[in-house]
């Protein structure tokens, strides 16, 4: 397949990086390779001629715990690259992998639309948004998806159009019902409703305002550590149970937000993961419920 890089694959996919460089973080261990795709094509290309088993995707590093111990195989993230953006017909929009989740709600204001202000407040792109059904204030991009573009997992890498009835939607959870084998989102199309800009822009201000008073902005965490149990929301569990403050090494509960885990020095993937496994115990003896993640931890331990 042709491209119009004017790098060969080697020169294309880095050696041996740091990757607490590209997560929030700030924590992590070494790539043996690393990725980041311009172009769909390019991405198949790549994927044709490098030759690994192991292949982990990362978007803007947020919702992601990556263990010290590093990656052995490929790590794609789709952050800059696959950053298109197409306004379709009818009340369409087609956003690429790589696009911001808060560069989509604030562009739909754009072409006069609404309905996804609320991706403004999550910290990560399109394609990390659609693989875990991501939501918030009351709504989750999926409610809006008419299409997704995916790339298999397995050679050839073939890129297949799906609908939603395709899959099975859940809370943080999408499902293929037929293809057991990870897919890998490259693009939505989205229908959204008709909305004047100003409304759009003061819902996203409403939305920015709230989330600045009830979470630890400018600090070093990866967004929500837990899901909400159903009937409840994880957070108010974990701050009834004293957690605040908790810490292993530098790895602290956020005193603002208690499903937020902090950076606040030094800490390493395994305090943090050892300070989940702490609120998780925690929280099942004492109340008997199972805090599931909403972080995907990945990579070898040291």
């Known amino acids: 397949m042709h491209t119009n890089s ?43 001629s490098f030759n690994t088993n192991s292949i982990c995707w990362i978007g803007l590093g947020s919702n992601v715990l990556i263990r010290d111990g590093g990656y052995r195989g ?68 999926w409610d809006y998806v008419v299409e997704v573009s995916c790339m298999q997992s397995v050679p050839p890498f073939s890129i297949h159009r799906f609908t939603p009835d395709d899959f099975t939607i859940g809370y943080r959870s999408v499902l293929h019902k037929n293809i057991k084998a990870p897919l890998w989102f490259l693009s939505a199309t989205l229908l959204l409703p008709y909305q004047v800009p100003e409304k759009t822009m003061s819902i996203i201000k409403s939305h920015f305002q709230k989330r600045n008073t009830t979470q630890p902005i400018g600090t070093a965490n990866s967004g929500c550590v837990f899901k909400n149990p159903e009937g409840s929301y994880a957070g108010k569990i974990i701050d ?8 292993v090494g530098d790895a602290t509960v956020s005193n603002q937000h208690a499903n937020f885990i902090i950076n606040t020095g030094k800490a390493t993937a395994s305090d943090i993961e050892q300070l989940i496994l702490k609120i998780q115990d925690y929280v099942k003896d004492k109340t008997g419920v199972t805090l599931e993640l909403e972080i995907r931890i990945i990579g070898d331990s040291v």
């Open 6 to 48: 004017p790098l060969n694959i080697a020169q294309r996919v880095k050696q041996g990086v740091k990757l607490s460089d590209y997560t929030w973080w700030n924590v992590g261990g070494i790539a043996d390779y690393f990725y980041e795709p311009y172009s769909v094509e390019d991405l198949q290309e790549v994927l044709l």
């Open 74 to 141: 490929l790590v794609i993230r789709t952050f800059p690259g696959l950053q298109e953006i197409r306004y379709e017909k009818q009340s369409t929009v087609t956003f690429y992998a790589g696009v911001t989740c808060a560069k989509a709600s604030k562009w739909i204001s754009s072409v006069e639309l609404g309905g996804i202000e609320f991706l403004c407040g999550i910290p990560g792109t399109i394609g990390g948004a659609l693989a875990m059904n991501a939501g918030a204030q009351g709504s989750a991009i």
């Open 240 to 247: 009834q149970l004293g957690l605040k403050n908790m810490r």
